[in-house]
């Protein structure tokens, strides 16, 4: 067995194997993912692993040449830009890549552990707020290095993330629209219990109090990232006689959910109402009109995860890894100045 000694301490595996009181070919089972261990057992042997700070060697000769990818939802078109990242940068370096999907997006599934610790890939490029402290002991104890991509929440100081300057993104696209000298501006963000979500809403209050104007609370709702959080806020938005001028929504869906009730009230955008999107899907320079919106590089985001999970598999790194990409403003059809003029 190639796990013979840890990397704190020189401990052995069979003293570990002593102090759990169980036997060596356990400790090698939990070690390996095997489904066939008692969980009170897989527990306590985990406890005591990570008490000893036990670590696999890297570099082992039987480690799988995969990058694993895991999500709480495929079905989603943020999901294939990061599935494009991920796999541009296992090209580069000769790997494969496993898609797993399983778990909500604050976290994965019990169950999927022991599949990832069987199959022992290389690294884990997760897309989720956060990870369970179990399951990075986990991940640790194999040296199998992983990264938060586009996290949904604030991560804990000790996870590797790669995601993007959402506060500054939703600044840009606030202050496009008052430079194009709208004022009475609505705001449909993400999920409250996102932090991107939040984020984005910063920057945007941010960008209305810096030019003095008043955020109407009525005109702010946390929506879902997709079609129907857009169209339900905006239609409640726009049926009233104050209605807003522009829309800032959290994402492209949201804005295409925003056209598709303005255009149920005879809405024209840009004309009457101007909508500016975030992320800049493919979908975004295709929609009628063609959306103004915030350039979230997904899929240089999960480029950076793949090459980070790839360098940490190599090398033991000083410090954790906490990227953020910039954003950037892509001006295209969907905002003008108010009233058309």
């Not at 939040?198 to 209305?208: E, I, Y």
């Not at 702010?220 to 726009?238: T, Y």
Request: proline share 5%; charged share 25%; with cysteine.
């Amino acid at each position: 067995m190639s796990e013979s000694t840890t990397s704190i301490g020189r401990v052995k595996l069979n003293e570990l194997a002593d102090e759990a009181g169980v036997s060596l070919s356990t400790v090698s089972k939990v070690l390996n993912g095997r489904s066939d261990v008692a969980a009170a057992t897989r527990t306590r042997v985990e406890g005591i692993l990570d008490a000893h700070g036990y670590q696999r060697r890297m570099g082992l000769p039987n480690r799988n040449t995969l990058i694993e990818l895991v999500f709480p939802d495929l079905d989603t078109v943020w999901a294939m830009e990061l599935i494009r990242g991920v796999e541009n940068v296992a090209k580069e370096h000769g790997l494969s890549v496993v898609i797993s999907e399983t778990g909500t997006r604050h976290a994965p599934a019990p169950d999927w552990i022991t599949g990832v610790l069987r199959r022992r890939p290389v690294g884990v490029v997760l897309v989720f707020s956060d990870l369970a402290d179990g399951y990075k002991a986990q991940l640790r104890s194999r040296a199998i290095p992983f990264v938060i991509v586009d996290p949904a929440g604030d991560p804990s100081p000790d996870v590797p993330s790669v995601g993007s300057a959402n506060w500054s993104g939703g600044l840009m696209a606030t202050r496009h629209l008052i430079e194009l000298g709208h004022s009475r501006i609505a705001a449909i963000t993400g999920p409250d219990d996102m932090m991107c979500s939040h984020a984005r809403l910063d920057g945007f209050r941010s960008a209305m109090n810096t030019a003095g104007l008043t955020v109407d609370e009525s005109l702010v709702a946390f929506g879902d990232f997709h079609v129907d959080g857009g169209r339900e806020n905006a239609r409640r938005m726009l049926a009233g006689e104050n209605r807003p001028t522009a829309i800032f929504a959290g994402s492209d869906l949201q804005a295409l959910g925003v056209f598709d009730a303005a255009r149920s009230l005879g809405i024209r955008v840009p004309e009457d109402l101007s909508v500016v999107g975030y992320d800049d899907l493919q979908l975004a320079q295709w929609s009628s009109p063609a959306l103004t919106t915030v350039h979230q590089p997904l899929t240089r985001m999960a480029e950076e995860a793949a090459r980070l999970v790839v360098r940490m598999s190599e090398e033991q790194l000083e410090s954790i890894p906490r990227v953020d990409l910039a954003t950037r403003l892509v001006v295209r059809d969907s905002t003008a100045a108010p009233g058309g003029r």
